[in-house]
């Protein structure tokens, strides 16, 4: 059973717009969620994180949503740019798990100019 | 200030072969995990380390081996490859195994087994 889930394998925005990504997760003991992003050919890298005690957290053009009690989160990303285009990965942890993130099956997106 | 470095980036075994991945971090992280990723697919975690001298399985450590005798080094061992274990490896390290500590990834090796 996948316990971290993006249901979208991919998502084709327009420069300028809004890029929406989601995450639903199913264990509710995660309790810690990060989105990484992944260029081809090299390793995820940490974007943004959100603690269950929030609901928001944003940095930049990049800002997570949590919704705890329907377990999803997304992130948002305003104006999309080229440069963003990628594949992005939600990643989830638990307070008893501190040391292992699992991870949804990402989801690309592209961003045309 | 290299990071999570990885080698080989590319190997290609026989079925049967052993090898090892080698991974080594400059970031004196306490941390440091073994992850596959599959085609279409997310990352899983085969092993991990709380700190030096302490390994632990993941979702996924059957034909897999590793050890932690320095903070800085990781190497994950294939006893005796197999055509499932074809895939890419990410190596990743964090200051802690605090949730508040993201991890820092390697750029990958690309393994193929025939």
């Known amino acids: 059973d996948q316990q971290v889930k993006q249901n979208s394998p991919s998502l084709s925005v327009q420069e300028g717009r809004i890029s929406i990504l989601n995450c639903d997760y199913t264990n509710s003991m995660f309790d810690y969620f990060l989105w990484y992003k992944k260029y081809p050919a090299e390793g995820p890298t940490f974007l943004i994180s959100?603690?269950?005690?929030?609901d928001k957290n944003e940095d930049g053009r990049f800002t997570v949503f949590l919704n705890k009690s329907a377990k999803h989160l997304s992130l948002h990303i305003v104006p999309s740019q080229p440069g963003d285009s990628a594949v992005y990965f939600c990643a989830a942890s638990a307070r008893t798990n501190a040391g292992k993130s699992t991870f949804g099956d990402g989801t690309t997106l592209t961003v045309k100019p | 200030n290299a990071g999570v470095t990885q080698t080989p980036k590319f190997q290609v075994l026989k079925t049967g072969q052993s090898m090892t991945l080698q991974c080594a971090q400059d970031m004196n992280h306490e941390y440091m995990s073994w992850y596959r990723q599959d085609p279409g697919m997310g990352l899983r975690l085969i092993h991990y380390?709380?700190?030096?001298?302490?390994?632990d399985q993941g979702e996924v450590p059957n034909g897999y081996n590793v050890s932690r005798s320095t903070t800085e080094d990781f190497p994950l061992r294939l006893l005796s490859a197999a055509p499932s274990q074809t895939s890419v490896y990410f190596c990743a390290s964090s200051y802690s195994t605090g949730r508040g500590s993201p991890l820092h990834f390697g750029n990958g090796t690309r393994l193929t087994v025939t």
């Open positions: 380390s709380v700190g030096a001298g302490i390994t």
């Open positions: 959100i603690s269950s005690i929030k």
